[in-house]
T-cell receptor, first 109, second 114 residues
Framework: GQNIDQPTEMTATEGAIVQINCTYQTSGFNGLFWYQQHAGEAPTFLSYNVLDGLEEKGRFSSFLSRSKGYSYLLLKELQMKDSASYLCAVRDGDYKLSFGAGTTVTVRA | IAGITQAPTSQILAAGRRMTLRCTQDMRHNAMYWYRQDLGLGLRLIHYSNTAGTTGKGEVPDGYSVSRANTDDFPLTLASAVPSQTSVYFC?????????????FGPGTRLTVL
């Protein structure tokens, strides 16, 4: 199985940068995903890492270290619309995802 | 239809009743999944299907059953609902071709069992 940990809540100011960490212990690893979920809505895909290193996509970047069982999601130039939950998920060899409990990010003006 | 649809959007159900949650996708994805999401616990996998005609158990399968008669549809049935099954249920689908194979989620069904 998978054990995935991420902080419960984070607060930041509009225009700032926030880094959401995710650590995992797995019985099999076939990629790590980050999803964004606004309140009352479905999760939507943000990023995917399967090799070590940084993946950049506009204001969002995601980093992976497989040897450390560690990932982070970096949100730059925060906007009010970035207030949401961010879900870290690890995929196993059978293409099943295991999710962390999610990190609620609140952006203040 | 574009993507994944779920029905109903929400439902209030008496304990002991049978209920089927519907999920349909039009992306021709071979794999489909059912999750429940509860406050503080995140998304947990109930059942999955890697291809039409096959299903598998996830982390929390007890009290639920699924079928996969064709590629597009993946209904979830609660045979005799209990209050602990009150949750938000999400269906998802993906390909499993060896690439990114992102899972895409439906809008969810909010179920309350009284």
């Amino acid at each position: 199985g998978q054990n995935i940990d991420q902080p419960t809540e984070m607060t930041a100011t509009e225009g700032a940068i926030v880094q959401i960490n995710c650590t995992y212990q797995t019985s099999g690893f076939n990629g790590l995903f980050w999803y964004q979920q606004h309140a009352g809505e479905a999760p939507t895909f943000l990023s995917y890492n399967v090799l070590d290193g940084l993946e950049e996509k506009g204001r969002f970047s995601s980093f992976l270290s497989r040897s450390k069982g560690y990932s982070y999601l970096l949100l730059k130039e925060l906007q009010m619309k970035d207030s949401a939950s961010y879900l870290c998920a690890v995929r196993d060899g059978d293409y099943k995802l295991s999710f962390g409990a999610g990190t609620t990010v609140t952006v203040r003006a | 239809i574009a993507g994944i649809t779920q029905a109903p959007t929400s439902q209030i159900l008496a304990a002991g009743r049978r209920m089927t949650l519907r999920c349909t996708q039009d992306m021709r994805h071979n794999a489909m999944y059912w999750y429940r999401q509860d406050l503080g616990l995140g998304l947990r996998l109930i059942h999955y299907s890697n291809t039409a005609g096959t299903t598998g158990k996830g982390e929390v399968p007890d009290g639920y059953s699924v079928s996969r008669a064709n590629t597009d549809d993946f209904p979830l049935t609660l045979a005799s609902a209990v209050p602990s099954q009150t949750s938000v249920y999400f269906c998802a689908s993906s390909s499993t071709s060896g690439g990114t194979d992102t899972q895409y989620f439906g809008p969810g069904t909010r179920l309350t069992v009284l």
